[in-house]
């Protein structure tokens, strides 16, 4: 393992070991600007850390493990866009308050939606919207904002509308805003999977805990075969989804083969959230076990940053592509 | 990557160009298959591309991680044949023996082994598959030999080895995997008899094999006289984990054959069979990461317990997925019986793909068997009580 992996882990489960840990969303959100996470992939010289997305995708699968609330991963693209676009007069001054964990949010969607689906615009500062033309960051006054119900109470998600003379800061146009619309897909599709990814893993430890812990016919559940084989199919996929992560965040991806890891690891997710209720019996169906916040959390992971068919079908095609570039 | 690599993998794509077996798929016997193996494999030792998983002091020995990968994508890109005959002797007998064997038994073996010594695995047996520990074939000391009878069966072509992997009963005390011992038998002793087995699909891939009273020299025996069981393992931990890598990136570049099933059928804009295509792509990719991860794993010595068994179940499950969706694309065509291709996982004759598939599902440890390891010794959930009888039954 590497050092950097080992230190942005050690942090992370010392400050949120679980996912009661990061319940309350304030808290958290002062943590996780605390532990200096909004740095991480931010160039050394304009005041990050420059660990890129591979420091980032290690902080991804935290964020997912415990649960943590808020608006982390938005804030996230607002300073990839900031680091990433063209620089202007405020930029610095911008990102700083960012990188200290003033909220600036974005939209959690992709392909022009990014009105919907906008993480905690009413405490935000800032907002990224994203055009195929223009990428740029309006300040909050200039937007109204409404809030939309989740399933997932881990994320609060509006719909927000842009009133025409609103204060903008322009960050890339035309063929600038189509390179770094791709790159915030591609940043935004890897935040999921790692999301994804991190939530899984907990997922399946809590039903292993569960499976260990309660018996039935006079016997721990985790002795029944029929249970062992399937809590073996969601170990092997998480596994193989850990692979797939490992080796695709240790690249510079296009938005295509982050989508591709997006949908992988966020149906590897669905699928393992899918199982744990059943395996959980009548009590993963009560608020008072915390599998459903895993279950809500991996359907919403789903639905982000294009859904499956978007990406399968995407994948389908390059795929026809590739074997006829072969023939 | 690095310019050395890219050089590699210039050197061999341009030796694959001149020397790739191109006929092999024609091969219309299992006979002529394994000629064409023969030939190929002397090939690739020349070249020394045959073993780069072995160590550095064989030739074609010693390749990195990077190196292997380059290796299996560019036979892969070539369409050449995949090592199906020297496959025990290569992975299974260089592993029990590198592991296991004494330096005596690595010089006369292994050497033989890139000279073409083809070997045979004689572990399963009709009553003892998955319970491997139930075997009963008996072998008996006699002075500086043991005495074998008994009987193997799925033994992958046996009927072409010069040499098997055998593990026979030596005691029937205290525990099953006790009485366990392993031996090296030349398939040339007098009282071996050797029955190739029809498959579903048209292949004779396996065999079984019948010994009476064979006589084995005592030093072809690897490991003390009872810890065949712990040799086993060895040998089996080698099918299960390494050779993934290159199976994986096969089924990776015969993805093409899925693709051009689309096309060939009028689909190739059918936008729910591309999401269908795309889903098998992503979940490959998937896959060859993980084979991946586990070579590495296996080369800096940091692999544990169930890992092997985790890349294993995922290739078998996936190369199910593979010929499933190629069997749902060519339709009733499909259903039309055509000769088969010897030795290839991935051909396109989907029919024979889905039925070849099973050998991964169920050799080598069955995805049940899998599975259980997975639960058992990786999450750590509790075995069955141990004992089961006809008395409990009743
Ligand atoms: C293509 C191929 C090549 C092979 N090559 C060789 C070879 O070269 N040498 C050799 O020695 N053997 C070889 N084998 C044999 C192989 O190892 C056995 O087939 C395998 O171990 C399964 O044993 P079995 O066939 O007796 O099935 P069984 O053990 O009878 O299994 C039947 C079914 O029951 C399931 N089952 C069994 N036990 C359990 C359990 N505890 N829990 C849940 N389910 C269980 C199995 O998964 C399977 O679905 C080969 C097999 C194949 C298919």
Redesign the interface.
Same mark, same amino acid.
């Not at chain 2, 069979?273 to 889903?279: E, F, I, N, P, V």
């Not at chain 2, 990786?378 to 069955?384: A, H, K, T, V």
């Given at each position: 393992m590497s050092e950097m992996r080992q230190t942005l882990e050690d942090s992370a489960r010392k400050v949120f070991p679980n996912w009661e840990a990061a319940r309350d969303a304030s808290d958290a959100w002062a943590q996780v600007a605390q532990l200096g996470w909004f740095m991480v992939g931010v160039p050394e010289k304009i005041g990050g850390l420059g660990l890129g997305d591979e420091g980032l995708a290690i902080i991804f699968a935290e964020l997912g493990r415990a649960l943590v609330p808020g608006p982390v991963l938005t804030q996230f693209l607002v300073i990839e866009a900031l680091v990433a676009g063209a620089p202007f007069e405020e930029r610095d001054g911008l990102l700083e308050r960012a990188m200290s964990g003033e909220i600036m949010t974005a939209s959690l969607a992709i392909g022009g939606r990014s009105s919907e689906a906008v993480m905690d615009a009413d405490k935000a500062s800032h907002i990224l919207l994203r055009r195929e033309d223009v990428v740029a960051l309006i300040s909050q006054d200039g937007a109204q904002v409404k809030a939309r119900e989740t399933w997932d109470v881990s994320r609060r998600l509006f719909d927000v509308a842009v009133v025409d003379d609103a204060q903008r800061y322009v960050v890339a146009r035309g063929q600038k805003a189509a390179q770094l619309n791709d790159r915030l897909d591609t940043l935004l599709c890897i935040a999921l999977a790692g999301d994804a990814l991190g939530g899984a893993r907990a997922a399946l430890g809590l039903t292993l805990d569960h499976l260990k812990g309660r018996s039935q016919f006079d016997r721990p559940l985790a002795m029944f075969q029929a249970l062992k084989h399937r809590v073996a199919d969601l170990k092997m996929m998480i596994d193989t989804a850990d692979a797939f992560y490992a080796d695709r965040t240790s690249q510079s991806l296009t938005a295509l083969e982050a989508g591709e890891l997006k949908n992988f690891c966020c149906a590897v997710y669905r699928d393992t959230v899918e199982d744990a209720i059943q395996l959980h019996g009548g009590v993963g169906l009560t608020t008072e076990y915390a599998i459903h916040r895993f279950f809500k959390r991996a359907f919403l992971n789903c639905a982000l940053g294009g859904d499956a068919d978007y990406w399968n079908e995407r994948a389908g095609r390059a795929a026809m592509a590739e074997s006829q570039a072969k023939a | 990557m690095s310019t050395d690599l890219q050089d590699f993998r210039a050197e061999i794509r341009q030796w694959l160009d001149r020397e790739a077996p191109t006929d092999w798929r024609s091969a219309a016997t299992h006979d002529a298959f394994v000629e064409s193996q023969r030939a190929w494999f002397r090939k690739l030792v020349a070249a020394g591309y045959a073993v780069p998983h072995w160590p550095e002091r064989w030739p074609g020995g010693g390749r990195t991680l990077l190196e292997q990968k380059i290796i299996y994508e560019e036979l892969s890109r070539a369409d050449a044949p995949r090592l199906l005959l020297p496959f025990v002797s290569t992975y299974h007998a260089y592993a029990t023996i590198g592991e296991c064997g004494t330096q005596e038994q690595q010089e006369r073996y292994l050497h033989a082994i890139l000279d073409g010594e083809t070997w045979c695995q004689g572990f399963s047996e009709p009553n003892a598959g998955s319970d491997l520990a139930a075997i009963r074939t008996k072998a008996v000391r006699d002075g500086d030999h043991y005495v074998v009878t008994g009987q193997k069966i799925w033994s992958t072509m046996a009927q072409y080895a010069d040499m098997c992997l055998l593990l026979v009963r030596t005691s029937t005390e205290g525990a099953k995997q006790a009485g366990m011992t392993y031996l090296l038998m030349d398939m040339d002793s007098p009282g071996v008899t050797v029955r190739p087995i029809h498959q579903i699909q048209g292949d004779e891939e396996f065999a079984e094999i019948f010994l009476d009273e064979v006589r084995v020299p005592v030093d072809q025996r690897v490991g003390a006289e009872g810890a065949g069981w712990a040799v086993a393992q060895a040998t089996l931990a080698s099918e299960r984990g390494l050779t993934l890598m290159e199976l994986s990136y096969r089924m990776r570049g015969a !993805?093409?054959r899925?693709? #051009?099933q689309?096309?060939e059928v009028g689909r %190739?804009d059918d936008?729910g069979?591309? #999401?269908? !295509?795309? %889903?098998l792509?992503?979940?490959i990719? %998937?896959?060859c990461?993980?084979a991946?991860?586990?070579l590495r794993k296996r080369m800096n010595d940091e692999e544990q317990i169930g890992d092997a068994s985790?890349v294993k !179940?995922?290739y078998a #499950?996936c190369l199910r997925a593979y010929a499933d969706l190629g069997v749902r694309f060519a339709g009733l065509d499909g259903q039309f019986h055509a000769p088969i291709t010897f030795g290839d996982l991935n051909s396109g004759n989907w029919m024979a793909d889905f039925m070849n598939s099973y050998a991964w599902t169920i050799a080598g440890g069955s995805d049940?068997v899998? #599975?259980?390891i997975?639960?058992?010794r $990786? !999450?750590? $959930?509790?075995?069955?009580p141990k004992s089961w009888t006809a008395e409990v039954a009743a």
């Open positions: - | !993805l093409t899925i693709a #051009r689309l096309t %190739a936008r069979a591309l #999401r269908d !295509l795309g %889903a792509k992503i979940r990719d %998937a896959v990461a993980l991946d991860q586990f985790i !179940l995922a #499950r049940e899998q #599975r259980n997975i639960a058992e $990786m !999450l750590g $959930m509790p075995r069955e």
